[in-house]
């Protein structure tokens, strides 16, 4: 059984930084994706960056590239979401997830398998 723990999450000032980590337990598949995602008040979960284990690629939604940055410790089985220059928009449940297959779309959450509890991140103004 796989599972996903998030950690990091907090209040900051806009233009401040987090990061969020992404503990795994149980069976990750390594030649497969791991992924954020965040949900705001009132809007629909929307995808934020993905690594895939095996060959560090990375992606990025267009709303944060250049800000935040994903990364994985192969040791501890962890993922990271460096946050730098947060703004107000970003406030969100953050979540990490899963896949367990090859080929997948990244950006879409109906192709992750497994999901963290999520973790709150607020930015004020």
């Known amino acids: 059984q796989v599972q996903l723990v998030e950690s990091g999450g907090g209040l900051v000032q806009a233009g401040g930084s987090l990061r969020l980590s992404c503990a795994t337990s149980?069976?990750?598949?390594?030649?497969?994706?791991m992924g954020w995602f965040r949900r705001a008040p009132g809007k629909e979960r929307e995808f934020v960056a993905a690594?895939?284990?095996?060959?560090?690629?990375?992606y990025y939604a267009d709303s944060v590239k250049g800000r935040f940055t994903i990364s994985r410790d192969d040791a501890k089985n962890t993922v990271y979401l460096q946050m730098n220059s947060l703004q107000p928009m970003d406030s969100a449940i953050y979540y990490c997830?899963?896949?367990?297959?090859?080929?997948?779309?990244?950006?879409?959450?109906?192709?992750?398998?497994?999901w963290g509890q999520g973790t709150q991140v607020t930015v004020s103004s």
């Open positions: 997830a899963a896949q367990s297959g090859p080929g997948r779309v990244l950006s879409a959450s109906t192709t992750y398998d497994y």
């Open positions: 149980g069976r990750i598949f390594s030649n497969y994706a």
């Open positions: 690594i895939r284990w095996s060959r560090t690629q990375t």
